[in-house]
């Protein structure tokens, strides 16, 4: 369990929340970081990856490559693809998305219980109080928008005692990256059939920068916890025997998949 | 939140009684029902909403119907390979839901001998019928008689009220 942080307000002592805050990391890294901080540590953490390279395709546990991914260019190009350790649908992230992340004990927030549609909505509480301001904010189902337009999307992992809550927040993509997606067959239903560009929304229209963005996630979370910053260097070496779930697909199996033209999981 | 939980139970209850004679065909008569979710006499259970039917030198697991209402619509489940050995209290697999990988833990300690290969095709049986057609492994227990330390079904209830009071 971590360790009581300061008190708040009302005298009562507010859990510990460490931050680790970073730029450009590659999100196999960031991912990698995660499942270890989830599984190895006591922890609550916050992590703010602001931009990531090279642009990767990042799928679900349980996607399927084949329906999700259009493998002819992604092979042409190069483009990185990731099964995560979490649930939930593919995204392509490059140097346009912020990423936030928190890992919490069960308990680190009073009454909250450890499913998901709970820790969604919890989060979707928090971010009202950062982004309402902007702009119309709604949790969408399972996704953060402004109107009717998605810029944020979110995945969970949750242990027996300890959940992970990953966004990753459209400061502004590259139109032509989303060729490399298909249309998924489980959409959420207010999207409508919407293409990419008419679906989604870019945060830099709503919010005039990137720190005032996570300036105010950070403040936000000041209010249910005691926030520590951590240095990233010190987080990195510790746990090294530990083995990620997360993993590359590899450029064999997605030429399979071509070859094979059978739909499986890789 | 409290709120929250209770309209959202609310919802799921005026479903479930829609399509209630389904639900009440798949319920034994040994069912007994605490607010919106059901528990079976018999069997026991967890703190984190496995359950587990000891008889005859196997035991069946499985999660309960609180944590499939909790999960919502489970579009994958992760399962392990017969002869994998499961501690007690450790995850043993996993189910995909509403963007969520949940962790499901083995309620007591022994080696798999049987999969429910149904739920790789239909993993929503976990929600239909999360005792019965839903059920996840079989287990040769290892410590006979670990189970009886388990929540029966009346404090399995109160666990459930208690954590959904909140």
Known sequence: MASAGLAGVSGAA?????????????????????????????????????????????????????????????LRDQVPVVRRFSGGGTVIVDQGTVFVTFICNKNAVTGLQPFPRDIMSWSGQLYGKVFDRFGEFHLRENDYAFSHRKFGGNAQSITKNRWVHHTSFLWDYDVKNMDYLKIPKRAPEYRLARNHTDFLCRMKE????????????????????????????????????????????????????????????? | MALRLWAR????????????????????????????????????????????????????????????????????????????????????????????????????????????????????LINTSPYEDGWMIKVKPSSPGEADALLDAAKYTKHCQEEDAH
């Not at chain 1, 920068?209 to 000041?222: H, P």
Request: proline fraction near 5%; hydrophobic fraction near 40%; charge should be negative.
């Open chain 2, 9 to 124: 139970s609310a919802a799921n209850a005026l479903k479930l009684s829609g399509t209630g004679g389904a639900r009440a065909a798949a319920a034994p008569a040994f069912s007994i029902s605490r607010f919106f979710s059901t528990v079976h006499d018999g069997l026991k259970y967890t703190q984190s909403h496995e359950w587990v039917k000891t008889g005859d030198g196997v035991a069946t697991v499985g999660i309960t119907d609180h944590a499939q209402d909790h999960l919502g619509e489970v579009v994958f489940v992760e399962l392990p390979e017969p002869g994998t050995t499961v501690s007690a209290g450790a995850s043993f697999g996993n189910v995909e839901s509403v963007k969520a990988t949940s962790d499901v833990n083995s309620p007591i300690s022994g080696e798999v001998v049987e999969v429910n290969s149904k739920l790789s095709e239909t993993p929503g």
């Open chain 1, 206 to 266: 709503y919010i005039p920068s990137r720190s005032v963005f996570t300036d105010g996630v950070i403040a936000a979370l000041g209010e249910h916890f005691s926030v520590q910053p951590m240095d990233l260097q010190a987080i990195l070496s510790s746990h090294e025997e530990f083995v990620p779930s997360t993993k590359l697909v590899s450029q064999q199996d997605l030429e399979e998949i071509v070859s094979s033209k059978e739909s499986f999981r890789v």
């Open chain 1, 14 to 74: 507010c859990p510990l929340m460490r931050l680790v805050t970073m730029s450009s990391v590659p999100i196999l890294q960031q991912l990698h970081l995660e499942e270890r901080l989830l599984r190895c540590t006591p922890d609550n953490w916050c992590i703010i990856n602001d931009s990531t390279a090279p642009a990767t395709i990042v799928m679900g546990v349980s996607g399927r490559v084949s329906e999700l991914v259009e493998i002819q260019p992604v």
